[in-house]
């Protein structure tokens, strides 16, 4: 059975020891290269001496145009193959590794990093636990003299040659922070191509690698891989060694950031720094609105869809489904074509850069997805309300009810891919998808009075320009009132504090008098024993106390 994790926390599977289990999937190590075979023949001198068992394990190098080209070196593991991609770029070259391999789990290595005997046992024994985890292994820059591969070869631990080497720093502060990654809003940024690997199930979701990026490309393969249900675990028992530093370490800092920030800001949701401009169009928004046209007039549909872009939320998109691709150009009686609605719909909206309108939504492609019906239409805070609540209960579905017709449910539906995805991998046969969403995430009902939808009915005509900014002037001019307002009354609770403090003081002096008094009265009572005039003074004095005369 599946194990079932729940958002990163991978803390519920155990591997076993090295050395102490029997594997049985097989692996391809994708290793693109580009020239520099000293480094490529001590990559593969560590590959040959694996404890991983040799008939299920695969090495394919992929020449990405070298110069002379590369060739397979005497020591190297007995199932190893080399590849030419003429296409320029390490993408196009994993790419091409990716779709030659036949392993159960692809492990990206880059050709400058040798490993140590156990690196692939240690990533293996996690993907015999789950189908769907990114495994990222303990890499070391190394400026050491570079040995002759049979020294690597016959070497029981790579520590002696190649130590003292500096760790992938920013990875291991990640992880540090983040509690091995269980608390990481973004546990995909530690997808590197230097050594990391993946259950191929994941990549037959996510699709190969970016090849319009030349920078970048791995942080994006592994945000897709998120989406796809990916959980990212960092191994330290996963050892290997770069040989000489990153391109990080090597270029200036500020300039690649520049670089994979501007490619990578498009595709990545998550990064929001990177996305402060409020009103752009983002190649992957934040979240996707989906409307079901098919049923709905043209009048409801264009009230929902109107209603989402006017919406504070503002990195979306919206899909509207219907038979958008029967729709011919020109028609002979167009006001009589059944399809009307729908070619109104395509005049208003076909050029529009938020809107698509398509036969089907398809797969989930931003981070948050919403279903909306048509006739239905969001208060302009109602969408960040959703996501506010999602995220602050780590939630993978949530339910708006907004009417119930018989026993049918009117809802809107907020889902996180990447939640979704989980469910969808780890589903069992006959159960709903809600319950398996539920383990890995969480799912929740709530109110349409919170969470405000109002339908079309209820709704006014959308403001022209002139109209919105009246109605923003009224509104700044609210504000201002209603501040005011709240300075009144504070100052009438300052006020109020102030009495009831009096009020406490007096009722503590009046406490004070009348225990003066009942001390008197107790002491005439007693005296009044020996004096008959006295007695009959206590009587009179203890009816005007319980009086209160």
Request: charged content about 30%.
């Amino acid at each position: 059975m599946t194990p079932r994790i729940r958002a990163n926390d991978y803390r519920t599977l155990t591997p076993p020891a090295l050395g102490s289990w029997t594997p049985k999937l097989t692996v391809s190590v994708v290793m693109p290269a580009y020239g520099n075979q000293e480094q490529l023949d001590l990559a593969l001198a560590a590959l040959a001496v694996q404890t991983y068992p040799e008939e299920l394990l695969e090495v394919i190098v992929i020449d990405n145009g070298s110069s002379p080209p590369l060739r397979l070196p005497e020591i190297r593991p007995s199932r190893a193959r080399l590849l030419v991609c003429d296409m320029p770029g390490r993408a196009n070259a994993r790419n091409a590794g990716l779709a030659a391999a036949t392993g159960d789990v692809i492990h990206w290595m880059d050709s400058d990093v040798v490993a140590e005997r156990d690196e692939v046992e240690a990533h293996m024994r996690w993907h015999h636990l789950a189908p769907y985890l990114v495994v990222t292994a303990a890499l070391r820059f190394t400026t050491a003299v570079p040995p002759e591969p049979r020294k690597v070869a016959e070497a029981h631990g790579l520590d002696a040659i190649f130590e003292p080497a500096e760790p992938h720093v920013w990875i291991e502060d990640m992880v540090a922070r983040t509690d091995g990654l269980t608390s990481s809003p973004r546990p995909f940024s530690v997808h590197i191509g230097g050594a990391t690997s993946v259950g191929r199930r994941l990549f037959d979701r996510a699709g190969p690698m970016d090849v319009r990026l030349f920078l970048g490309q791995d942080t994006e393969m592994g945000y897709r891989l998120a989406q796809a249900g990916a959980v990212f675990i960092p191994d330290a028992d996963a050892r290997a060694y770069h040989l000489g530093p990153s391109m990080r370490m090597r270029a200036e800092g500020a300039d690649v950031n520049k670089v994979s920030h501007a490619l990578v800001s498009g595709g990545i949701p998550q990064y929001t720094w990177l996305r402060r401009e409020v009103g752009r169009q983002w190649r992957v928004p934040w979240m996707e609105v989906v409307i079901d046209a098919r049923g709905a007039c043209y009048d409801d549909v264009r009230a929902s869809v109107d209603g989402v872009l006017a919406s504070t939320l503002t990195d979306l998109a919206v899909i509207v489904e219907g038979p958008f691709d029967q729709l011919e150009p020109e028609r002979r009686a167009p006001l009589k074509d059944p399809l009307l609605d729908f070619a109104l719909l395509a005049a208003r909206y076909g050029e529009d850069g938020r809107v698509r309108l398509v036969p089907s939504a398809g797969e989930l492609g931003a981070p948050f997805r919403l279903t909306l019906p048509a006739g239905w239409e969001p208060a302009q805070e109602t969408l960040f309300q959703l996501l506010d609540l999602m995220r602050a209960e780590d939630l993978g579905r949530v339910h708006v009810l907004l009417d119930e017709d018989g026993d049918d449910l009117v809802s809107v539906r907020l889902d996180r891919a990447a939640s979704v995805a989980r469910a969808e991998l780890v589903v069992r046969p006959g159960e709903a998808v809600d319950d398996a969403i539920h383990e890995v995430a969480g799912v929740r009902w709530v109110d349409d009075e919170t969470y405000a939808f109002r339908p079309v009915a209820d709704t006014v005509a959308p403001m022209t320009f002139r109209g919105a900014y009246r109605a923003r002037l009224r509104a700044e001019a609210e504000v201002e009132r209603l501040n005011k307002e709240v300075e009144r009354l504070r100052g009438q609770v300052a006020k109020w504090r102030d009495e009831s403090a009096g009020w406490r003081k007096n009722a503590v002096q009046f406490r004070r008098e009348i225990g003066a008094l009942r001390t008197e009265i107790g002491r005439i009572r007693r005296e009044s024993r020996r004096n008959p005039r006295l007695k009959a003074l206590a009587r009179r004095m203890t009816r005007a106390f319980t009086s209160g005369e």
